[in-house]
């Protein structure tokens, strides 16, 4: 059986005429246009990046290689026992883009239990932070520590050639994604279970493992799987993936790249918006005296965040046209697991997916006015004691990874430029539009 990394240099080495001819023969077919309200509003929908991970269709949602959410979760093999597949064999298809077989997955099992040792070093950057620190803070901070592991930045410094840029890459970011898991429920126990990390069981699976470091008993383990595959990757130009690759694109290593990735992803108009729902409706919830409100009461608080100049947390996209896949999935959870479909909070989520998406069509602003991932994934982690809603993003962050690291990856393997796009000034605009 071939391994994953000699199938990766396969594909890799199968793929790099594709680009190669592409940039040669037909580098000047155009695909898009650029206005002047694209370059003002945050390149929305200007067509500059290239990822075969992931692809984004506005009324669709995800595919991951090609695959959507039920068709991934149907396709990958599972962990035995369990509703839901192996991270580790999502990270295989991410990766060559094939289904791997239960060995293939075994494979990268057994690797990332080969490369889980969190240096001590890491544990001490932590425990020397205020424990008040935002756990995205402590998390972005634990993996750039650790960038002087960098395989890359050692091989790079020796000098390697470009054509094997993708080797140490590899290296580097099976690496991160084996420790990732305990670093987030080291910080998780350290900072809200009154710092009682809990030791790996090298026995266990990457979710498995997850669930048990975070001390949280079955079906968990599912919900840690179910809930990385779901955040991994949504295509290339999102704040997190973006900036993970324009960052690897200077040829910085997967430590720098990841950790300044996961910094975007700590914003709340993108990962940090799944702790801004649970306030959101946590707030709410407290107003009411816990109990469950009436349509009109939530109309009215909706109204009231969107007319004290607020955004309503976990509605709308800058992509999608229609409720997020990512969103449907874990309501599917929810209705499936007994205890959790008649928990007052996923009723109150579910509520909101009821009342929220007239009350921003009447508002007329948002172009999307259905809901995303961010808005029910809080619940889901809040029904199995996971309360501490700063940490979502974290979690969000663990699973991001696979995306981005994937992708980087990639991007070095087919040689992608640092990127560089050209800015230019209000006069130019001006002029432009001839009005100047
Ligand atoms: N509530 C209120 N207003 C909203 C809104 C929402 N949920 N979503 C968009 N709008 C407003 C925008 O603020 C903007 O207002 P402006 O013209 O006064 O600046 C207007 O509608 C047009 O915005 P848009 O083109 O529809 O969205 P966008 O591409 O600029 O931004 C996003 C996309 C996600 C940042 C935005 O919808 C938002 O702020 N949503 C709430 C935060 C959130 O859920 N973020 C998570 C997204 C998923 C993720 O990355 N994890």
């Known amino acids: 059986m071939a391994t994953l990394k000699e199938t990766l240099l396969k594909k890799i080495q199968e793929h790099r005429p594709r680009t190669t001819r592409l940039v040669k023969e037909f580098g000047d ?40 959410i039920p068709e991934t979760f149907e396709a990958l093999p599972k962990v035995p026992g369990s509703e839901y597949p192996y ?28 490369r889980a040792q969190v240096p001590e070093y890491v544990f001490d950057v932590l425990r020397t932070m205020p424990r008040d620190t935002h756990p995205m803070t402590m998390f972005s901070a634990a993996i750039l520590a ?32 084996a420790r990732l898991p305990q670093i987030a429920a080291y910080i998780y126990r350290m900072k809200y279970k009154g710092d009682t990390p809990i030791a790996p069981d090298p026995d266990l699976d990457m979710g498995g493992n997850f669930a048990h470091m975070m001390g949280i008993d079955k079906p968990y383990d599912d919900v840690a799987r179910m809930y990385f595959i ?45 702790q801004e729902v649970l306030r959101w409706t946590q707030d709410f919830m407290k107003k009411l005296g816990g109990e469950v409100p009436t349509k009109e009461g939530l109309e009215k608080a909706l109204w009231d965040t969107l007319n004290s100049g607020q955004v309503i947390p976990g509605y709308g996209h800058a992509v999608l046209r229609k409720t997020d896949p990512r969103y449907t999935a ?22 909101i997916f009821e009342v929220a998406p007239d009350v921003l069509q009447q ?9 995303n991932v961010d808005a029910q994934s809080g619940v889901i982690q809040w029904y199995y004691g996971v309360t501490e809603y700063d940490f979502y993003t974290v979690l969000f962050g663990v699973g991001r990874a696979l995306g981005v690291l994937a992708n980087i990856t990639w991007d070095r393997a087919l040689g992608y430029a640092i990127e560089r796009p050209k800015s230019v000034t209000t006069d130019m605009l001006e002029e432009a539009a001839g009005i100047k």
């Open 87 to 114: 991270v580790e064999g999502f990270w295989y298809l991410l990766l060559t883009g094939d289904v791997p077989t239960d060995a293939q997955v075994q494979e990268v099992v057994e690797d990332w239990k080969a």
């Open 146 to 177: 650790m960038q002087r592991e960098s395989v890359f930045a050692k091989k790079y410094a020796e000098g390697i050639s470009k054509m094997d840029y993708w080797d140490p890459m590899y290296e580097d970011c099976s690496t991160l994604m």
């Open 230 to 274: 779901l955040h991994s990757d949504h295509e290339s130009g999102n704040v997190s993936a973006h900036t993970t690759h324009l960052v690897a694109s200077a040829l910085s290593d997967a430590y720098y790249s990841l950790s300044a990735g996961i910094n975007g992803l700590a914003g709340p108009l993108h990962g940090l918006a799944n």
């Open 29 to 68: 077919v155009k695909i898009g246009e650029v206005t002047i309200a694209q370059a003002i509003g945050g390149a929305r929908g200007v067509k500059c990046l290239v990822t075969d991970i992931s692809y984004l269709d506005p009324m669709e949602g995800i595919r991951f290689r090609g695959m959507t």
């Open 330 to 351: 874990q309501r599917e959870f929810c209705l499936k697991t007994p205890g959790l479909k008649d928990y007052p909070l996923f009723q109150l989520v579910s509520m």
């Open 363 to 371: 508002h007329g602003k948002a172009k999307n006015p259905w809901p």
